[in-house]
Structures are given as structure tokens and as C-alpha cells.
């Protein structure tokens, strides 16, 4: 008896990146527009928050301005948590490494590269805000933060890259090939 294999399985993850599974024509726009638009998110916040655009970040409050775009947060933090938050205000690591997560975040998305990294970050991110924004007023346990988390998780996991972005060219790179967590 010969085994032989089926020409019509799905592709894993774990499969060279061209082989990975493209969503249809629709559904991959819609991802895209998902994923883009959550990406502007990050990436507006980033920008709000280095420039002092006047929307969350006063105008003149700006990190170049000489603000801090975490304190007022971290200092506001409430719930079993604030101790927490509270003692990362003012260390020096905190501010740089919370703008370049949303830069990062933001491109990753927008161009539709590294989804798996974006989404760690992102998750990483979202349940830290989640965590400082307890105890929550609407709804005991799910709010945008946790949405967020879900989204980013999805749209790493259907390769939503791949329409209207940069997706097949990065996962073609010798570097992306050969570490696949990079894709």
C-alpha cells in the first residue's frame, strides 16, 4: 500500500511563507482595512503623544515638548494594580519604551509586517492598559483594552499581512525565512 499525500491540505504556519493560505478577496480586504485601521490607531497615538497635537496629548505637552506621555496615566491608575503603575512613573525605561511600542506597533500593522511581534507587543500593551484602567465602570471584565488584545492576535494568526500590505516581501526576507516568530 502507498501512502501518498494530500495535494489539497491546508498550509501551517510553520510552512515556508509563500505556501502560507491567502484569505479571499473579501475577506482579506476586510482584515486589511482591520488591521490598517488599528495600526493608524497606535501609530495616531505615537504621533499625538510626541508632538502634542492637542487631541489626548495638550498641545506644548508633547515628549518633545519636554512631557512625559505616561505619568498622567500611570499616576491615574486605580484598583489592585495602582502600586504598580504608580512606581513606574518617572523611571527612565518606561517613557522610550512606550513610544517605541506604538511606533513599532503601528507600522507593523499599517505596512502589514512583523504581525506576530505587533501582535505580542500590542497584547502586552492593551492588558497592561486594561490592568491600570481596573476596577472597570462598564463591564466587570471586557472592555476595548481586551477587544484590542483579540484583534491583534487574530490579525497575526490570519496572516492579514498578506492583502494590502508587505507581508509576502518580509516573509521573504533570509532573516524572516530563517527565525519564522519575525513574520
Request: proline share 5%.
Amino acid at each position: 500500500m502507498t501512502i501518498t499525500p494530500n495535494r489539497h491540505r491546508i498550509p501551517a504556519a510553520t510552512d515556508a511563507p509563500s505556501s502560507a493560505p491567502k484569505a479571499d478577496t473579501t475577506t482579506g480586504r476586510v482584515l486589511a482595512v482591520l488591521r490598517i485601521a488599528f495600526g493608524l490607531t497606535f501609530f495616531w497615538a505615537f504621533a499625538d503623544k510626541l508632538f502634542g497635537l492637542g487631541y489626548a496629548t495638550p498641545a506644548g505637552k508633547g515628549w518633545l515638548d519636554g512631557g512625559n506621555p505616561t505619568a498622567g496615566f500611570l499616576k491615574g491608575a486605580e484598583g489592585p494594580f495602582a502600586g504598580f503603575y504608580h512606581s513606574l512613573v518617572g523611571d527612565f525605561w518606561v517613557t522610550p519604551l512606550f513610544m517605541i511600542g506604538l511606533a513599532g506597533i503601528g507600522l507593523a500593522l499599517i505596512f502589514g509586517v512583523a504581525l506576530r511581534i505587533a501582535a505580542v507587543a500590542g497584547v502586552a500593551l492593551y492588558v497592561m492598559m486594561w490592568g491600570a484602567s481596573l476596577p472597570l465602570t462598564t463591564n466587570p471584565l471586557i472592555d476595548d483594552h481586551i477587544l484590542g488584545a483579540i484583534t491583534l492576535v487574530a490579525l497575526a494568526l490570519l496572516a492579514a499581512g498578506r492583502t494590502w500590505g508587505l507581508a509576502d516581501r518580509w516573509n521573504h526576507l533570509s532573516i524572516v525565512r530563517r527565525y519564522a516568530w519575525l513574520r
